[in-house]
């Protein structure tokens, strides 16, 4: 467009029905220092306030139209999307015009939602696999490191930040240039162009600072530690260390691999830790793709007396991807899966939106998905054995269990070969 | 918008064993959708064996006469499909969806498994899975904060012996005692083909497909019936009101509420169904905007059905306090809003916000021929009309704020409300302490 905002378009006829997501540079990779968590609660208020409306108003408007609203910020780009009916399309990005191009940030909606935040920060302290998730994070990254923290930000800055925060990352963050509307479903190209010109046309705004997604891989040396949770009847397990970037040359064997050691539910980590031994319910591992190197991790949860075992297993899995070839019957299951499965994926208006949205984001080819399925075929046992040693590194795993270090402090330092360091959680403070 | 020129096209037949056989084709993905309901759920579950139902769905992936342990996950996942399985109080589904060509494989799958799977069952599988499934507890419900409230909701909210009473996931003891011959006598009194609905969605040729089914699915025999479940009715309200006060490792308070509504499908569900959006579906419900945006009391709230198609439904209220939100400041700001829409009534405005996300929801779902599938076997299996999926938004579009007013008037009453109340373990002794005592002596 002539502003400088980008529109993607997906023409799916088969039910009057379309979906939209609005991505904008404005992720949690792009705050401050010191205001993480900003681009988080600048999306989320995003519709609690713009034009004359005010929060309430506006969540009326869009559910009348039969269209909810949700906005959000990840570690790399803001996202508003909805689904509507084809007949109130029109209408309901009019709504997301407004709330993308005059949102209010209202004082007392900025409080309410920071409020919420620490709530849902508090509530994490109980729950095993958002504290599992968070104390592994925090593992990983050196704590400079916008990945060590999450991308909410946590108590102290959520607490610290003010609307003028908001104010401000929203000027230097939501210009048009860095804006993409993507629209897929029941509409065509020229009623989608039509649409954006008329809402968005006369947006204007220089293009923003690049955002230098700067993650320092450089750690080295095994780390073991136990979050304390007493009486747990699971251990809540994260054994990983820093990844790698979405932007990888070597992306599709990377995929493939982690397909056979821990992506599927016939994966060797899953089939030996549930089908093998019944440690648990599901063990998996994955890459996080971000445009920054993200955590690779094996995330399960086990039975408090199999923790050591469990960790043992997982910890022999990798090494095994890392010694032998894998065999041809492993890597044709992932690969004539993941070829196959296409289509399946892409059933639904939103599930294409997000497609298109993840190109942009990760600055992939027009023809990336025509190309998806023959990338896939094109991965061999050779270079899947050459992306594991490039990619898994046994001599810097970091092992984080929530558990109950009575139980699993001896077998857990047995099998990880060094003795867990133990961390009481901090009970955050509550009015009486 | 005419929602009626959407209808999903249906063809049924029933084959001479008894299986109810639904299809649906539609040829703008090359993928297909099989989908198998069973009428057996937690609910016919004999004393002493809860959770038995969902531990034979685990044992259906170890295999049949002709398929090994963990074979059908990777030969599904292997022709580029998805899979799984799910157990409910009063059903249990089996599901793939695979590229078109690789209908009969996922057919041959279900119907190796329908007819032939105790020749595959072992005392070791059996013991994995116990493990794997008291594992599936301790993830979902022991380990998880508030997590027992899918056990303790049900339980508080039917009487005991009521088939919907007691826990789907089963208690530890239960579960240990499962043995092989309890999966032999299930298999042979509930995984018949006259107690299933198979309903195919997407890419295939009708004849072909009939053609796959009889094949596949016809030499399999007719079971001898099943035993009738005990009686269902329940009273319409509880009497009086009741309520269960939880100590338990969380950080917040968080209520449950469970009215007893109308049954799923019935003509007065689906005023019960708007009832509950408009109470707490999405912001522009009423506890959102008066717990969390005004009175800034609740940092989540929600309403919705559980959609049980016997005895009775239960609509669920469930909202989780700000930190500076006390317990007996929750519990009562949630009262006082549903006394308020009792009284007060509902406007013609809010059924039509409700209704209209309702119907985008409904077109949304079918979009997916996994969901189109299971949506004809839920039809099919509690009410024989699988083309009752055609008619939901229609009936929606029906329900008016008298009718709304007229559910909440006889169902959101004080002597109609089953609470449960989870409160942090350490601010409990100072303020509930009474209430402590009460939760443990269940």
Known sequence: MGNGMHLVVAPVTKLPIASVIVIVEAGASAEPTGKEGVAALTARLLPEGAGDLDGAALAERFERLGASVESHADWDVAAVSLTALTAQLPAALALVRDLLRAPVFPEREVARLKEERLAELLQQRAEPRGLADEQFARALYAPDVRYASPPEGDSGSVRALTRGDVLAFYAARYRPAATTLVIAGDVTQAQARTLADTLFGDWVGDSPAPVVTAVDTAQSGRLTRIVSKPDAPQSELRVGHVGLARGAPDYFDAMVMNAVLGGLFSSRINLNLREAHGYTYGAFSAFEWRRGAGPFVVSTAVKSDVTGAAVREILGEIERMRRDEIGEEELTLATSYLDGVFPIRYETTAAIAAALANLVIHALPDDYYDRYRDRVRAVTTRSVLRAAQAHLHPDRMRIVVVGDPTVIATPLGEAAGMTPDVMVPERMERPA | ?442
Do not use: C
């Open chain 2, 1 to 442: 918008m005419q929602i009626s020129s959407m209808d999903i096209p249906i063809e049924r037949f029933t084959l001479p064993n008894g299986l109810t056989v639904i299809l649906s084709e539609d040829h703008t993905a090359p993928l297909v959708a099989v989908n198998l309901w069973y009428h057996v759920g937690s609910a016919n579950e004999r004393h002493g064996r809860t959770g038995f139902a969902h531990l034979f769905e685990h044992m259906l992936f170890q295999g049949s006469a002709d398929v090994g342990a963990n074979e059908h996950f990777e030969l599904v996942q292997r022709a580029g499909g998805t899979l799984n399985g799910s157990t409910w109080l009063d059903r249990t589904n089996y599901f793939e969806t695979v590229p078109s060509n690789q209908l009969e494989l996922a057919l041959w799958l279900e119907a190796n498994r329908m007819g032939w799977l105790l020749p595959a069952m072992t005392q070791q599988k059996l013991d994995t899975q116990r493990d794997v499934v008291q594992n599936e507890r301790r993830w979902s419900m022991d380990n998880q904060p508030y997590g027992t409230w899918w056990e303790r909701l049900p339980a508080l909210a039917f009487p005991a012996h009521h088939p919907f009473h007691h826990s789907l996931i089963g208690s530890m003891s239960d579960l240990d005692a499962a043995s092989l011959d309890d999966i032999a006598q299930f298999f042979a009194t509930y995984y018949t083909p006259d107690n299933a609905v198979l309903s195919i969605a997407g890419d295939f040729d009708e004849a072909e497909a009939r053609a796959m089914v009889e094949r596949q699915f016809g030499s399999i025999p007719r079971g001898a019936g099943k035993p009738a479940l005990p009686d269902m009715a329940v009273p319409s309200t509880y009497g009086s009101p009741v309520r269960e006060v939880v100590s338990d490792d969380v950080m917040l308070p968080r209520l449950f509420l469970a009215a007893r509504s109308p049954v799923f499908g019935s003509e007065a569900y689906y005023a019960a169904s708007v009832a509950a959006g408009i109470i707490g579906m999405k912001k522009g419900s009423r506890m959102y905007r008066t717990l969390v945006r005004d009175q800034q009391l609740a940092a989540e709230a929600q309403a919705f059905t559980y959609d049980l198609a016997k005895g009775s439904d239960l609509l669920v209220v469930d909202v989780t306090a700000r930190p500076d939100t006390t317990v007996e400041q929750l519990e009562e700001a949630v009262h006082a809003e549903l006394d308020r829409i009792v009284d007060t009534g509902v406007t013609a405005d809010e059924v039509a916000r409700v209704v209209t996300m309702i119907e985008t929801d409904l077109v949304a779902t079918l979009q997916s021929a996994s969901e189109r599938a299971d949506k004809l076997s839920m039809f099919a299996t509690y009410f024989g009309d699988p083309g009752l999926v055609n008619e939901q938004a229609r009936r929606y579009r029906t329900v008016t704020a008298e009718q709304v007013n007229a559910f909440l008037r006889s169902r959101l009453v004080r002597a109609n409300r089953a609470t449960l109340l989870y409160v942090p373990r350490e601010v409990d002794a100072a303020t509930s302490g009474n209430e402590l005592a009460m939760a443990e002596a269940p």
